[in-house]
C-alpha cells in the first residue's frame, strides 16, 4: 500500500502548483483524504481534507480561499490545487488517508501517510 505525492517545486509569490497523491496497492474510495505540511523547524499541520465521495471539503484558515482539495477515485488520485502560494506556505506536503468515510482534521485519524513532495514559495 502506497500514497506518492507529486508536483512539488520551486514557484514565485503568487504563482500556482497542483499536488497529486497516487494511491496504489489497494483503493482509497471509501476513505476520506487530506494533505498536511511540515515547514522547517515546526510541527506537521492540517491543510485539507475531502470525504470519500468528494462532495465534502475542509480547509485551514491560513489556505482558505486559495487552496483547493478534490479527488478522482476513478484514478485513485488526490489533488491540491494551490494558488496565490505565499513563502509561508513552503513546506513538505503529504498526502494521507483517513480510517474514516469523512473528512476531518485530526491528524490521528490518519492511518496511511504518503512521502511528502516539497514546495518551496519564493519571495
Known amino acids: 500500500v502506497q500514497l506518492q505525492a507529486s508536483g512539488g517545486g520551486l514557484v514565485q509569490t503568487g504563482g500556482s502548483l497542483r499536488l497529486s497523491c497516487l494511491a496504489s496497492?489497494?483503493?482509497?474510495?471509501?476513505?476520506?483524504m487530506g494533505w498536511f505540511r511540515q515547514a522547517p523547524g515546526k510541527e506537521r499541520e492540517f491543510v485539507a481534507a475531502i470525504n470519500w465521495r468528494g462532495d465534502s471539503t475542509l480547509y485551514s484558515d491560513s489556505v482558505k480561499g486559495r487552496f483547493t482539495i478534490s479527488r478522482d477515485n476513478a484514478k485513485n488520485t488526490v489533488y491540491l490545487q494551490m494558488n496565490s502560494l505565499k513563502p509561508e506556505d513552503t513546506a513538505v506536503y503529504f498526502c494521507?488517508?483517513?480510517?474514516?468515510?469523512?473528512?476531518?482534521?485530526?491528524?490521528?485519524?490518519?492511518?496511511?501517510w504518503g512521502q511528502g513532495t516539497e514546495v518551496t514559495v519564493s519571495s
Open positions: 496497492g489497494r483503493t482509497f474510495s471509501n476513505n476520506g
Open positions: 494521507a488517508a483517513s480510517i474514516y468515510p469523512y473528512g476531518t482534521s485530526r491528524e490521528g485519524a490518519f492511518g496511511f
